[in-house]
């Protein structure tokens, strides 16, 4: 699990342009699949069959694509602005490695005013984005030969191994919950289904869940289970942050149906699968929002890995945690059975 993850989590794959990413995740799904497809917005849909006719359709989904950047404007030095793709906090952004994908790629550094230059109320405020420029050591014209206007941006950070299987990189969010999808068909794979399993690594969560609701019109599934990352306990967040190592956060709320929950937290019970409860009482700002109500509505759960520093680019989680939600998806796609209506029905 954690080669597989360190893999994915290298990869470039911002919010529109996932192509650089969905290759390789075609890859790794073409071994344990029957059928490994993309669909028109690019969405990675790999499918396990069972034997049986007219059979019940599960869908297990997770984003590949991540939050980045796109070149706003080159000045006449050659110092590139930008903007957001998806939710960037600015304030992490100064003094980072960047690399720009132009006609190739570009490395550069966000710039960051010297402390000994800075006013008073200069070192009590936080830069703006719009304030903030790339350089890449390129003269404006030599930059525009590669560059142009609206050219997406990867913010760097390296994966790296931290003490007591914690794991640190860009990207885990939601890289680590695709790695889960994968491990989820290599655990089913050469087992007896009563359905047909999907999974999809969607496009575009980070800008408004479109892939997600894109493949639970296509696929149609009786149940749709979303996976993705929660926060953990960090010294500001030690409340309401699940910890590392916790095992899988399984989600109880208005936007999850109570029945399809009840059987995932039955599973993780009997076969001693680590877990906690997360309460989310409204919007979950995970792609489980946008499934329940594609279509005619879709019985929708939400699973979730804990991390710290979510959206920055040393964000941390426990690779055990990770593979707690590959056993519970796997033991959940085991047990759908010919009675699958009655216990979804109130």
């Known amino acids: 699990m954690k080669e597989l993850i360190r893999k994915l989590s290298e990869l470039r794959g911002i919010s529109g342009s996932e192509y650089r990413i969905s290759d390789e995740i075609i890859n790794q799904f073409k071994a344990v699949s029957d059928e490994v497809y993309k669909d028109?917005?690019?969405?990675?849909?790999?499918?396990?069959?069972?034997?049986?006719?007219?059979?019940?359709?599960?869908m297990i989904e997770a984003h590949?694509?991540?939050?980045?950047?796109?070149?706003?404007?080159?000045?006449?030095?050659?110092?590139?602005?930008?903007?957001?793709?998806?939710?960037?906090?600015?304030?992490?952004?100064?003094?980072?490695?960047?690399?720009?994908?132009?006609?190739?790629?570009?490395?550069?550094?966000?710039?960051a005013k010297p402390p000994h230059l800075q006013t008073a109320d200069e070192a009590k405020t936080a830069l703006k984005m719009s304030d903030m420029v790339i350089d890449t050591g390129l003269t404006s014209e030599q930059i525009r030969e590669i560059v142009s206007v609206g050219d997406t941006i990867t913010v760097k950070g390296d994966f790296r191994e931290l003490l007591s299987d914690n794991v640190t990189g860009k990207s885990l969010d939601d890289r680590a919950g695709?790695?889960?999808?994968?491990?989820?068909?290599?655990?089913?794979?050469?087992?007896?289904?009563?359905?047909?399993?999907?999974?999809?690594?969607?496009?575009?969560?980070?800008?408004?869940?479109?892939?997600?609701?894109?493949?639970?019109?296509?696929?149609?599934?009786?149940?749709?289970?979303?996976?993705?990352?929660?926060?953990?306990?960090?010294?500001?967040?030690?409340?309401?942050?699940?910890e590392l190592g916790s095992g899988v956060?399984?989600?109880?709320?208005?936007?999850?149906?109570?029945?399809?929950?009840?059987?995932?937290?039955?599973?993780?019970?009997?076969?001693?699968i680590k877990y906690t409860i997360e309460v989310e009482g409204g919007d979950t700002g995970t792609d489980a929002w946008i499934l329940q109500v594609v279509d005619e509505g879709i019985p929708t759960a939400l699973l979730s890995i804990p991390l710290r520093y979510?959206?920055?680019?040393?964000?941390?989680?426990?690779?055990?945690?990770?593979?707690?939600?590959?056993k519970l998806l796997a033991e959940f796609c085991l047990r759908i059975d010919d009675n699958m209506e009655e216990w979804l029905c109130f």
């Open 310 to 326: 979510m959206h920055t680019t040393v964000e941390t989680l426990n690779i055990k945690d990770a593979e707690a939600i590959s």
């Open 40 to 58: 028109n917005l690019g969405n990675v849909i790999a499918v396990k069959k069972c034997k049986k006719g007219n059979a019940p359709r599960i």
């Open 178 to 242: 695709i790695a889960a999808l994968i491990k989820t068909f290599e655990m089913i794979s050469g087992k007896e289904l009563n359905a047909d399993i999907y999974a999809v690594a969607a496009v575009c969560e980070e800008v408004g869940g479109r892939g997600a609701a894109v493949a639970g019109y296509s696929i149609k599934p009786d149940i749709a289970i979303a996976i993705d990352v929660t926060h953990g306990v960090t010294p500001d967040n030690s409340k309401n942050g699940f």
């Open 249 to 272: 956060a399984i989600a109880k709320g208005p936007n999850l149906h109570p029945l399809v929950v009840d059987r995932l937290l039955g599973i993780a019970k009997e076969k001693d």
């Open 64 to 111: 590949m694509d991540e939050i980045g950047l796109m070149v706003r404007d080159i000045d006449e030095n050659g110092f590139i602005g930008f903007v957001n793709i998806g939710g960037v906090d600015g304030r992490i952004l100064p003094g980072g490695e960047v690399i720009i994908h132009g006609l190739r790629d570009v490395k550069g550094v966000i710039g």
